[in-house]
C-alpha cells in the first residue's frame, strides 16, 4: 500500500500562484507515473498533469497548459506549481499513482491521497 499526502491548498485571488505537494510513502517502488486530478462539485473528476518518474517526462490537459507545471524532487515528493489562477481552477485535488504508464482515466491509477482544497475567488 503507498500512501499519498496533499498539501499546499487554500484560498487564492484569481491571478495568484500556489504549489501544491503530494508525499509519497510505503511501497514507492512499484510505481512509474504520479498524476494530478481535480473534482468540483457537481463535476466528475479530471486529469490535470502527470509525471514519469524515470526522466521527468510531463503531460497536462489543454485546460491548465502554459500555467500549471509538474515536477518531482530527487525523494518522493511531486509538486504541481499553479500560476494564473482561474476561478474554474476551484476544486478539490488529488495525487494519484499507478505503475504503467501516463493515463489521463483516473480508473488507471491505483493509489489516491485525500485531496486538498483549492479555491480561486474573483
Known amino acids: 500500500q503507498v500512501q499519498l499526502v496533499e498539501s499546499g491548498g487554500g484560498l487564492v485571488q484569481a491571478g495568484g500562484s500556489l504549489r501544491l505537494s503530494c508525499a509519497a510513502s510505503g511501497r514507492t517502488m512499484s510505481f512509474y507515473t504520479m498524476g494530478w486530478f481535480r473534482q468540483a462539485p457537481g463535476k466528475e473528476r479530471e486529469f490535470v498533469a502527470a509525471?514519469?518518474?524515470?526522466?521527468?517526462?510531463t503531460y497536462y490537459s489543454d485546460s491548465v497548459k502554459g500555467r500549471f507545471t509538474i515536477s518531482r524532487d530527487n525523494a518522493n515528493t511531486v509538486f504541481l506549481q499553479m500560476n494564473s489562477l482561474k476561478v474554474d481552477d476551484t476544486g478539490v485535488y488529488y495525487c494519484?499513482?499507478?505503475?504503467?504508464?501516463?493515463?489521463?482515466?483516473?480508473?488507471?491509477?491505483?493509489?489516491w491521497g485525500q485531496g486538498t482544497q483549492v479555491t480561486v475567488s474573483s
Open positions: 494519484a499513482a499507478k505503475g504503467g504508464g501516463v493515463s489521463t482515466n483516473r480508473n488507471g491509477y491505483q493509489s
Open positions: 509525471i514519469i518518474w524515470i526522466g521527468a517526462q
